[in-house]
């Protein structure tokens, strides 16, 4: 049996977040459960609350009454938390990375490997399809989905295509796509060209942007004075909202200072962006694009 998901950089994370026996922390991405567990281990009478969107993850919650977990997306953390009276926090981990076991089953449409539905939802009660991004965007708002999230400087070119091809038959399937694409891809680059494409979509399907920044907004709001947040992400886009934001309270990464020119920012970042070690990545390929980053709330001063 394939593990529903592999924790990335498990020991660096959790020992970036610092557990103490009996703190209140919180994994907002629970997949599978590693780091969830690893928590557990340092938790003694503590609390954690763990938070996922997909119905799948319900499955891997041991049974430990330290664990209270959420089948929601972390944009909801702090009104959760407040309803079950756990703010102020110690410690927040979140893993931004898709699960294993969405990327393996070819009916969640999240991999170029299979042929399957054009679907990419984290949480499958949510609406819209990334079929639905590709046969109803107009041209420019389909390209700014591909050249925002996916970083693709041909990206008017292939919605241009996208839409040519949509109205000679609706485009529903993984291979679809990328048959109706995948002559546009610079040559020896296919896979990464494809891999761009679906990850522009899964972006606009599930939001991830967006719930990112209210996440790490609200973790700076519920997280005690001297607590971590510790992120790991898995492309430029989400590193640099999650940096910008440990370095300057913002995402723009644009430094405040007060009067007498002293900076003020509500996070001490503790370490440069941590990657995962070479024994890692081959055990598991899909961490070599992991970012791990830890900042720990202070006053406006620093400590």
């Known amino acids: 049996m394939k593990a529903y998901h592999n924790a990335v950089m498990p020991e660096k994370a959790i020992e970036a977040l610092a557990v103490r026996s009996g703190g209140t922390y919180v994994d907002a991405t ?15 009478n503590g609390r954690l609350v763990a938070f996922d969107q997909d119905e799948k993850a319900a499955a891997n919650v041991p049974r430990d009454e330290r664990i209270l977990f959420l ?38 449409g999240f991999s170029t490997r299979f042929d399957g539905p054009l679907d990419m939802r984290m949480n499958r009660q949510a609406k819209t399809t990334a079929a639905e991004i590709i046969n109803t965007y107009d041209t420019d708002k ?22 040519k091809k949509r109205t000679q038959k609706h485009i529903t399937s993984t291979s679809g796509l990328s048959g109706a694409i995948s002559h546009l891809a610079p040559r020896g680059r296919e896979n990464k060209f494809l891999a ?31 607590g971590r947040l510790v992120v790991i992400s898995y492309h430029s886009l989400e ?26 920012t509500p996070w001490l970042p503790l370490s440069k962006a941590i990657k995962p070690d070479d024994s890692e990545i081959e055990r598991n390929k899909r961490a070599r694009s992991a970012r791990l980053r830890v900042a720990e709330k202070v006053n406006h001063h620093g400590r």
């Open 30 to 44: 629970f997949g599978g459960g590693g780091h969830s567990m690893a928590i557990l281990d340092k938790l003694g």
């Open 196 to 226: 761009k494409i679906f990850q522009a979509l899964r972006i606009e399907v599930n939001q991830e942007l967006e719930a990112l920044k209210i996440f790490l907004q609200q973790s700076l709001e519920v997280l005690t004075t001297g």
């Open 71 to 108: 089948n929601h997306n972390f944009r909801y953390m702090k009104n959760f938390l407040k309803h079950y009276d756990s703010i102020p926090v110690d410690g927040i981990l979140a893993d931004l990375g898709v699960s294993s076991h969405q990327f393996d089953e070819a009916d969640r």
């Open 239 to 264: 590193d640099r909202l999650v940096k910008n934001f440990m370095k300057t309270g913002n995402f723009e990464g644009q430094l405040q200072k007060d009067f007498y020119g002293h900076p003020v």
């Open 142 to 163: 389909l390209a700014d989905v591909l050249y925002y999230y996916g970083e693709l400087r041909n990206a008017r070119r292939i919605a241009y295509e996208l839409e």
